[in-house]
């Protein structure tokens, strides 16, 4: 399922003018925007998870559809738990 | 040169394979030099064995432990000097968390004040509202 959001919204990347006489594509809708608490917990792994598709990359913004800031606070805390163990770098 | 106050979350792995007494005191050990170099422990979660979620050393599951401790720096740098000589230990990591949790209370307590705000707006626009629809309406 996850595998499906990841590669939706990116066959939809193809610009918004369309080529020839195809319909102009429209930008696949992000997801609506989800709350982040003000203190991302860099050992909360079960919240974490939800930003980490099926591969074990961290989701990207536009597909997330979180703000940069949040972002940034998000692939931090990711990032310091992959140091330890507790998330993996990449799923086979 | 002035001391700040600051907050650490300390987090080391143990080697599974050390036996559990050794590990009792590998962590009383590290409370201790933390408390002589002048820090103070304001938590310690023995989360215990855990599955790693790759290997490390060859060992797939650790013991997972941690700290959090009120200090200096002065006895972060000391702990984890230790830490990397020490072999039963097999990862460990340091993230200063109060400037984090500061940004945290901060940000919330804009929102609050954005909220009540919101809100006195709000019930002046109901007032002047709800005679323009009754205008409207005649």
Sequence with gaps: MAENDFEVPRENMGGEEGFGDKAPRRFQRRRPRQVIPDYVDWRDVDYLRQFIPERGKIMPRRISGISAKDQRRIATAIKRARSMALLPFVWE | ?138
């Design chain 2, 1 to 138: 040169m002035k001391l700040a106050n600051r907050t650490y979350e300390v987090m080391y792995i143990v080697d599974p394979e050390t036996a559990a007494d050794k590990i009792v005191e590998l962590n009383e050990t590290i409370g201790k030099l933390i408390e002589k170099e002048g820090g103070t422990i304001v938590r310690m979660d023995d989360i215990g064995m855990r599955t790693m979620a790759y290997p490390i050393k060859k060992r797939k599951d650790g013991y997972y432990v941690l700290y959090e401790v009120d200090g200096t720096g002065q006895e972060i740098m000391e702990l984890e000097r230790r830490m990397r000589v020490n072999d039963a230990i097999i990862r460990f990591v340091t993230v200063r968390v109060d400037e984090d949790r500061k940004k945290a209370l901060k940000m919330a307590a804009k929102r609050e004040k954005r909220q009540s705000q919101r809100l006195k707006f709000r019930k002046t626009t109901e007032e002047t509202a709800e005679p323009a629809v009754e205008l409207q309406d005649a």
